[in-house]
């Protein structure tokens, strides 16, 4: 999202932007690394874009991807922090020709993360939620009731539809009981990157329970809440690197 761009670039003095493909893609380092930053913009293909830019003009030799999703599972609540073990496209299906899910011709329906850094990006997000204080002002943890913020890892959908109704994410349940969040671009950016052999992890702020309420408060929580988790947890990430 840009708050989460915003945030980043401001602990970026020497960012420098470029724009290819319309977008800008801002050079310079973050926690004494070089890093390009950029917004993947929102749903699968301008994410797919996006990395695809940063893996062959910039050869970026890793990709972390930040932003905010729906809740799916029990116990995934508002202001919670979700690192993917697995993407899933909910909204691929090529069946009859192909698996329900499957991504045709790379016989995947699941797009692992890599583990080292996801295992980087878990430890930052744990620092950050023992930390909330440090991040979030008490105003922003009273109005989002955020005292008990929790680290997930496990199943995160893309899809090219915000979850918005409660008819839909219990739909989304049943198929993928295990599925943990659901968002609009993570599975697209991990394929690309498994096209690439390039590492790549994602870490997800729980804004909403993709419910009839979804949309509520959306833009707050992500300027409030969302991008200061984010900053502080890839600036964590990178350091444990
Ligand atoms: N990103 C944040 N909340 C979402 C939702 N409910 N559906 C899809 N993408 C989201």
Redesign the pocket.
């Known amino acids: 999202m840009h708050e989460e761009l915003a945030a980043l670039l401001a602990a970026m003095p020497d960012a420098q932007p470029e724009t290819v493909a319309g977008r800008p893609f801002w050079r310079g380092h973050l926690e004494g690394r070089p890093v390009v930053a950029v917004l993947s913009r929102i749903g699968k293909v301008a994410a797919a874009t996006t990395a695809a830019v940063l893996l062959d003009r910039y050869g970026a030799p890793a990709v972390l991807f930040t ?4 809740g799916l599972g029990a116990g995934v609540s508002v202001g919670d922090v979700v690192v993917a073990r697995e993407l899933l496209q909910h909204d691929m299906d090529a069946s009859p020709l192909f698996p329900r899910h499957q991504v045709p011709l790379t016989g995947l329906t699941r797009f692992a993360a890599d583990a080292p850094l996801s295992e980087a990006l878990a430890g930052a997000a744990a620092e950050v939620l023992a930390d909330l204080p440090a991040h979030l002002p008490p105003e922003a943890r009273a109005e989002f009731a955020l005292a008990g913020a929790r680290l997930h890892r496990g199943l995160v959908l893309s ?1 090219d ?4 109704t409660a008819a839909e ?1 219990a739909a989304l349940r049943a198929e993928l009981p295990d599925a943990l969040a ?3 671009e993570g599975a697209a950016v991990a394929q690309v990157c498994h096209d690439w052999g390039v590492p790549f992890a994602a870490v997800r702020t729980i ?2 329970r ?1 419910d009839d309420a ?1 949309h509520t408060d ?1 833009g707050r929580f992500v300027a409030r809440v969302a991008s200061p988790f984010s900053a502080a947890i890839v600036r964590r990430c990178l350091t444990r690197l």
């Open positions: 932003g905010v999703a729906g899809g539809r915000f979850v918005a994410s659901v968002e609009m804004s909403d993709a979804a959306f």
